[in-house]
């Protein structure tokens, strides 16, 4: 796995390395050494998978708060993703900044989101599939999000947006949100 730095501290994008044979390749997804040695929070207690029937599907800007927030490694399986990290550490220099990736079924990337920052995604494509593996066990009690169209974050989502759950939608603006991790 090659772990690609971003703009936000400990965001990191993962390419995997595939080793090609004549029935295909072969890569790993995961190893706890390499990513304790890139400083990586290693712990995977819950995974889960996403599934969109609809190009336009937005799902997010989500995030679990403390006493339990989580770090996540994302991954599309099937389909393709425009992947929004948003960064709501308080004393973060880039806090309220965002940066997207491309993660496709094809290119097989990854995303790693640590605590203190929320995540979203709009599919770029119908019956798209999402992968997540996740640091702490989800708390519904203790899942929180942000709009994803607050002016206060600028996000510039690649198309329109055709399907989002009451919940997303109504998300309040950052100013009002109490954000605790």
């Known amino acids: 796995m090659r772990f690609l730095e971003t703009k936000l501290p400990g965001v990191v994008e993962i390419h995997l390395d595939p080793m090609p044979d004549e029935r295909g390749f072969f890569a790993r997804t995961w190893c706890q050494r390499e990513f304790e040695d890139h400083g990586l929070n290693p712990n995977v ?40 990290v948003l960064d709501l550490r308080p004393d973060s220099v880039t806090c309220k900044d965002w940066i997207a990736v491309v993660l496709t079924g094809t290119n097989r990337h990854m995303l790693y989101v640590p605590e203190g920052c929320a995540h979203g995604f709009l599919t770029l494509e119908d019956e798209t599939e999402v992968f997540y593996q996740m640091s702490e066990f989800y708390k519904p009690d203790l899942g929180r999000g942000v709009r994803w169209d607050d002016p206060a974050f600028k996000i510039d989502w690649p198309g329109d947006v055709e399907v989002i759950s009451e919940r997303d939608r109504t998300y309040p603006d950052f100013h009002l949100a109490q954000c605790t991790f």
């Open 45 to 84: 207690v819950q995974c889960s998978v996403s599934f969109n029937t609809r190009k336009g599907t937005l799902r997010g800007i989500h995030y679990q708060a403390a006493p339990c927030p989580e770090t996540k490694i994302i991954r599309c399986t099937r389909g393709a993703i425009y992947d929004v």
